[in-house]
């Protein structure tokens, strides 16, 4: 039970509801712009975090906020080694340009123009570059295109295709676009494509409630799961999404993973220390944490996900980045509907999807 002095004294209930309701869309979209506003607490960890927090969010019914660091450690929680929220610079400049870089990080798949940058600092155009580049020594166009680079340099190490590789990267399918990153690989990306090291795939492939399922993993988790009709179709579905890698199949190791996701489909909540392996752009991973924290049973619609990662007006992202999905079940797409309730659309067809929602409503 909390203790009176940490409770609001004067603040009616229905505000401290919408108060917190906004903070918690700030941490699960990793909002930087609202660190040092707030920060908040994990019952079930102790630890106390920035909103931009890079680790893996808590569920909802875990967490409480507080204004200060200050207030988080009287109530008992200590402060988070990772993001570290009491450490701060103490240059507002500094502080700025880092919430901008983080920002430009998160929206690597979008046009993130220096107009659309010095409208959510509050700057002008002229004076945002420039004390940018004062302090990064960069313009945070430079910047973009080096995260962008980043991510489809892993991407092509870890084996897929260039255009799956540029495309989560944030890159557009153009020539142009494909020559500029030749440019600043010092190679086409599919010659550096193929001198990384082929990353070694295990799959199965079972029957589940929504007919034939593949599940396939890398040494870190998984990394896949997909439907058909015939194993067939599964297999040469792994083989279009990790064209270059390794892929075996497996020996009896992923039995337990597949046990908890037959379970889940059976209308069981998923156990939710199941380990995943995927890429995403910072967009994707926003949309895909959201959707994880969706409770067992429910369905949001396409414009609720947008609103709770921060970005109302990104619908179609979202379906985009539901679409694109690569662990179905894992990752739940299908609890996302249209604004009018109906099934909207699902990678895996719209019966399967119906049956999924069917089976977590029993």
Known sequence: MESAELMPAVEPKTAVVEGNDARWGAVVARDARRDGEFVFAVSTTGVYCRPSCAARRPRRENVRFFGAPEAAERAGYRACLRCKPKSASGNPESDTVKAICRFIEQHLDEPVTLG???????????????????????????????????????????????????????????????????????????????????????????????????????????????????????????????????????????????????????????????????????????VWTYLQSIPFGSTKSYSDVAKAIGEPRACRAVARACATNPVAVAIPCHRVVREDGSMGGYRWGLERKKTLLALERR
């Open 116 to 286: 659309r940058l010095a409208k959510e600092f509050h700057q002008s155009p002229f004076q945002l570059q420039r004390r940018f580049k004062a302090i990064a020594g960069i313009t945070p166009r430079e910047y973009a295109d080096a995260c962008r680079l980043r991510t489809l340099k892993r991407n092509l190490q870890a084996g897929d295709s260039v255009t799956r590789a540029m495309y989560d990267a944030g890159y557009g399918s153009s020539s142009r676009l494909y020559e500029r990153t030749a440019s600043q690989l010092g190679m086409t990306p599919d010659k550096y494509r193929r001198g990384a090291v082929a990353a070694m795939i295990r799959y199965v492939c079972t029957d589940s409630p929504l007919g034939r399922m593949l599940v396939a993993a890398t040494d870190r988790g998984i990394c896949s799961i997909q439907f058909a009709r015939k194993d067939s179709e599964l297999i040469e579905g792994l083989k279009r999404e990790f064209p270059f890698a390794v892929r075996k199949a497996d020996d009896g190791g992923l039995q337990n993973w597949v046990k908890v996701l037959l379970h889940h489909m059976r209308g069981e909540d998923l156990n939710s220390a199941l380990p995943l392996d995927i890429r995403a752009t910072s967009f994707q991973r926003r």
